[in-house]
């Protein structure tokens, strides 16, 4: 039985957040089933390579969204 | 007419532009390589599917397997005399009657356009609407009114933080809020543009690994009356109750800089890092709105996000978040916006 996807993501939050360059994480959807999202400055190589593509089940799609500033 | 048409191609293209985001990122694929063959497919073909009047656009993204393809975009279902693949590149076909109310400017909108009527959101109001230009005596910033709110029987204007309070520099009941804000008159502080004091906010954590959950701050108006309704360009008056935002939900906000603007939740319970004068501060629960334009632009901080239309048991204008931050990509950041009204006390007085 899976955890729930907020729940895999809280684990895993701080431990994405960590990463240099990236500036978010999230919960999203891919092709209508939940996902966790990872909101990059930039995505790079090195970034794709350290971002696993996975967490318990649940794909990791990375947006590159920029660094975000507040208006 | 040819004009009109021209328009609408042009709107759904960029919503094609933002889906190619959408389903970029949905197949998980990185580099725009892969696209390439799609892209040059699409770019020989485009002109020929146009002249079908059932198209409405073309894109280039993926297919539900994950394959690069050209996405075609069609005003109905069924429509024919599309082919499967274009130089080995498959093709997607994606209706996008749903898309098109996106676009649709509510009826005060068109009237005002109609009338020639065009609304300076950077002028003084008096009485003064929702969705203009508002900021501190701090700084020569502006950012937007976000809504009127109630805190007992004492109507406040809500915005951010960092339009009021200045990233926590704001002294409550002490510091003078401005409509417009000072940026909008030429960093000039006129008696008459005072609208009131800064009464209340949420502290910003500056940290990294802070939980700040929003960047909220309440002022009272004494010089003017504020409305609850935005300018006739506006979406009108949002409705006092709220909901929690899911992935999918369609949204608009109305705000100093960009007017009327409509996304869509992509993201939620976002943990994110924005950058503000004072430094980096982290937020935890935020919303992630992807537009079909920027959602969100400098000065438009503090606008409300209400939903569009009516969505399952939704309906339309209901409140969902405060908006306070963007990227270079034009993803916007909005807090909860039931998380904004527990922490200052306050409903949202709406219709």
Redesign the interface.
């Known amino acids: 039985m899976k955890r729930p996807v907020?729940a895999v993501?809280k684990e895993h939050?701080?431990g994405l957040?960590a990463l240099p360059g990236v500036?978010?994480?999230?919960?999203?959807?891919?092709?209508g089933a939940p996902c966790i999202?990872v909101?990059v400055a930039k995505?790079t190589v090195a970034l794709?390579r350290r971002i696993p593509?996975d967490l318990e089940g649940y794909?990791?799609?990375?947006?590159?969204?920029?660094?975000?500033?507040?208006? | 007419m040819r004009n009109h048409r021209w328009v609408l191609l042009l709107s759904l293209l960029a919503i094609a532009a933002s889906s190619l985001l959408l389903l970029g990122a949905a197949a998980g694929n990185g580099g725009s390589g892969d696209l390439e063959r799609a892209r040059a497919a699409q770019q020989r073909h485009t002109d020929g599917l146009l002249a079908n009047p059932d198209v409405a656009g073309t894109a280039v993204g993926y297919t539900e397997a994950g394959e690069p393809a050209v996405l075609v975009f069609t005003s109905r279902a069924g429509v024919g005399g599309i082919p499967a693949s274009l130089d080995g590149v498959p093709v997607a076909v994606h209706v996008t009657g749903a898309f098109s109310a996106l676009n649709s400017a509510p009826p005060g909108a068109a009237a005002a356009r109609a009338a020639g009527a065009k609304v300076n959101r950077k002028a003084r109001f008096d009485p003064v609407p929702i969705g203009v230009s508002t900021g501190n005596e701090l700084s020569c910033s502006a950012g937007t009114i976000g809504a009127r709110v109630l805190k007992g029987a004492t109507g406040y204007a809500l915005s951010n933080n960092h339009v009021y309070a200045e990233e926590n520099d704001g002294v409550r009941g002490v510091t003078k809020v401005y409509q417009p804000g000072l940026y909008d008159s030429g960093c000039v502080k006129k008696t008459e543009n005072e609208l009131g004091a800064l009464t209340d906010y949420v502290d910003i954590v500056f940290s990294d690994t802070a939980n700040n959950e929003v960047d909220a701050a309440i002022a009272e108006p004494t010089s003017r009356t504020l409305l609850n309704s935005t300018p006739d360009d506006g979406y009108g008056t949002p409705r006092s109750a709220t909901a929690a935002p899911y992935v999918g939900l369609k949204v608009q906000k109305y705000g100093r800089t960009s007017g009327l603007t409509k996304g869509q939740v992509v993201g939620v319970d976002a943990t994110v890092k924005v950058g503000y004068g004072s430094g980096v501060a982290r937020f935890v629960h935020q919303i992630v709105i992807l537009g079909n334009k920027p959602f969100l632009r400098s000065g438009d901080s503090g606008s409300l996000v209400v939903t569009s239309t009516a969505q399952g048991s939704i309906s339309d204008k209901t409140s969902v978040g405060l908006a306070f931050a963007a990227s270079s990509n034009g993803y916007a950041i909005a807090n909860e916006i039931d998380r904004v009204l527990s922490a200052l006390g306050i409903a949202i007085d709406g219709a």
Do not use: H, M
């Open positions: 907020d993501l939050a701080d957040l500036v978010g994480t999230a919960v999203g959807k891919r092709s999202q909101l995505k794709r593509a794909p990791v799609v990375i947006l590159e969204t920029g660094p975000l500033r507040a208006l």
